[in-house]
């Protein structure tokens, strides 16, 4: 019997995503299923911490106007027969990331037009309109969009926010015992979120082996 084959197209700014990944994939290979990877690739990336507050602002304005981050060419392995395809990265200002943006408007066509794609969000809590916009835009060539996976960031608010913007900016707290982090102990997702990851990827082998 022919395995079942995957391939995850992914872009991780902060890594959230790319950690969540790790587990995801470990489901699906527990299962017996074959996964392959494309990381997507910005040709101008920004960097990591942002250094000054206007950069960080700059971004997150030209992100909420889905401003395209030009990634580098895609691999030939994009374009093999998959038997579904994950598109998975983070929400920036509600919308998909740059060059995931990037991604679905050179490559959607070739890449996702009659197969199932299963978009796969990491966010600290915004991701419906970054759904939407995917779904929409996957249809629009053809391909079948499947329920989305989503983790948000545990940590309630305000903490979250003030603690994501703290990590774009290099500035998070770093003593354990300060009051900011008894409150917000540490930037993104948790491990429970990693267990539940490796759960989704075992659930999506079991659901592509049904089809057999
Ligand atoms: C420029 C920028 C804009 C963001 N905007 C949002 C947003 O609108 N809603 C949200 O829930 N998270 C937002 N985030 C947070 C990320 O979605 C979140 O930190 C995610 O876990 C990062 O995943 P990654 O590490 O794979 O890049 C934003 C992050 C960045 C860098």
Known sequence: MQKKRVLIVF???????????????????????????????????????????FRLVAAMSGTFFRCRMNIRPINEICFKD???????????????????????????????????????????????????????????VGARPAQPIVFVHPIKEPWRFIGLVLQLRGKMVRSKNSWFRKHYPAYGHSKIQGDEAKAAGRKVALGLLDDI
Request: some cysteine; charged content about 20%; glycine content about 6%.
């Open 11 to 53: 872009y991780s700014f902060t890594q959230q995503t790319r950690l969540l990944l790790k587990k995801f994939v470990e489901g699906l290979e527990g299962e017996g299923v074959e996964v392959a990877f494309e990381k997507l690739v910005p040709v101008a990336p920004y960097s990591f911490p942002f250094q000054t507050n």
């Open 82 to 140: 998959w038997d579904c395809i994950i598109l998975a990265g983070p929400t920036w200002s509600y919308h998909p990331s740059g060059p995931m943006l990037d991604f679905l408007d050179r490559y959607a066509q070739q890449v996702c037009a009659g197969k199932v794609v299963i978009p796969f969000i990491s966010c600290r809590s915004y991701w419906r309109l970054h759904y939407w916009t995917v779904k929409r835009r996957l249809q629009r």
